[in-house]
């Protein structure tokens, strides 16, 4: 099983069918400040749902085509990160995340993500990662931003959010530039 350890609090674990129940407990949780940004709190209404989801993710990982990880603070469940899929043509790959209700501002994610940059660029020499984020949410954006991603544009009403649309800005990380950022620190 996957394993990665940040520091001491942080720990990062590919997630599977017995995480469904803490898993869905922190996303209902977190429902009502999650749901601004993401599309499926509403058609995630019970562990059933989230079990789907986690089978999804683990069909995903055995058939190779990216990954969803948990992240545990402290031994609590924190939130997900992961790959969306992978194009192995152009080795190229997205990631998103979500951190529930109590973990943000304590730079978990930050450090998530940039574990899960070094699992896409060392470990399966992807050449790009690339991040979209809606261009209202604040926090998220901060990330690629404090990881040296370059914003590449703005993508027009590239989400339906239940009643809207949201514009996505791109930010595009490649494996030299994440290269040249490990070699600085």
Not at 23 to 49: A, G
Request: proline share 1%; glycine share 8%.
């Amino acid at each position: 099983m996957f394993v990665h350890r940040i520091g001491t609090d942080i720990v990062m674990k590919k997630v599977e069918l017995r995480h469904a129940e803490e898993l869905f407990r922190l996303m209902d949780r977190s429902r009502s400040r999650l749901r601004q940004w993401l599309p499926f709190l509403d058609i995630t209404k019970s562990i059933e749902d989230t079990r789907n989801f986690l089978k999804y993710s683990m069909d995903q990982n055995a058939a190779n085509n990216g990954c969803q990880v948990g992240i545990w603070y402290k031994g609590e469940f924190a939130g997900i990160i992961g790959q969306h899929t992978i194009n192995w043509s152009n080795r190229s790959t997205s990631i998103g995340y979500w951190l529930g209700d109590g973990f943000e501002g304590k730079g978990i994610m930050t450090k998530a993500c940039y574990a899960m940059l070094e699992y896409s660029f060392l470990d399966l020499e992807l050449e790009r990662v690339e991040i979209r984020v809606a261009t209202g949410n604040l926090k998220s954006k901060v990330i690629p931003e404090r990881l040296a991603f370059v914003q590449e544009g703005c993508i027009r009403h590239a989400e339906w959010l239940y009643d809207h649309y949201v514009d996505h800005f791109v930010y595009g990380l490649l494996r030299d530039e994440f290269l040249h950022m490990t070699k600085k620190s």
